[in-house]
């Protein structure tokens, strides 16, 4: 399921790509170029703006009456029935950066000896690095921190 967020859904757009969804935002684009790439690449818009979806032929779009990001998530999650597995079982959670969207790759721990502090190379085995940005991850306590809020928003649904 591939997804396009709204200039008012940033927070939204961030937090469905730690969930490992592709997830487009721009912060500042006009309507009809998100609307454009909407239909061209089949996402689901997802909006805050009542007047963008009486668009005519507007068909793949949630409008979310939310603020709060939480809720905002909780409601996509609830509407497409979301899973933090895919269909084989493996996670795809932290599997997209949380920045540009693009997938991450293992990287050997020794290639980022000289690019991540000393105690971060000595603590931490698996590192993932965006094939985009470059934006290096690996376990610190971040991940964790998203898997008990995750954990909170998924128990009220």
């Known amino acids: 399921m591939k997804f396009i967020a709204d200039s008012m859904l940033g927070r939204l757009a961030r937090w469905l790509r730690l ?3 592709d997830t487009l ?3 500042h684009i006009e309507k009809s170029l998100l609307l454009k790439i909407a239909r061209e690449e089949s996402r ?3 909006t805050r703006d009542t007047r963008l979806v009486k668009i005519r032929g507007l068909q793949n779009f949630l409008l979310l009456r939310e603020n709060n ?3 905002q998530l909780r409601s996509v999650i609830k509407a ?3 899973d933090p597995e895919d269909k084989s079982g493996s996670p795809v959670i ?3 950066c949380a920045v540009c969207n693009a997938e991450l790759n293992n990287i050997p721990k020794e290639k980022i000896k000289n690019v991540v502090p000393e105690y971060v190379y000595k603590t931490s ?3 993932r690095q965006c094939q985009e940005c470059g934006k290096l991850y690996w376990k610190g306590t971040h991940p964790e ?3 008990k809020k995750l954990f909170e928003i998924l128990q009220l649904i």
């Open 94 to 96: 932290l599997s997209r």
């Open 44 to 46: 689901i818009l997802l």
């Open 19 to 21: 969930l490992g969804h």
């Open 80 to 82: 497409f029935r979301l």
């Open 69 to 71: 990001p939480f809720k």
């Open 145 to 147: 921190k998203f898997r």
């Open 125 to 127: 085995d698996i590192f």
């Open 25 to 27: 935002y721009y912060p």
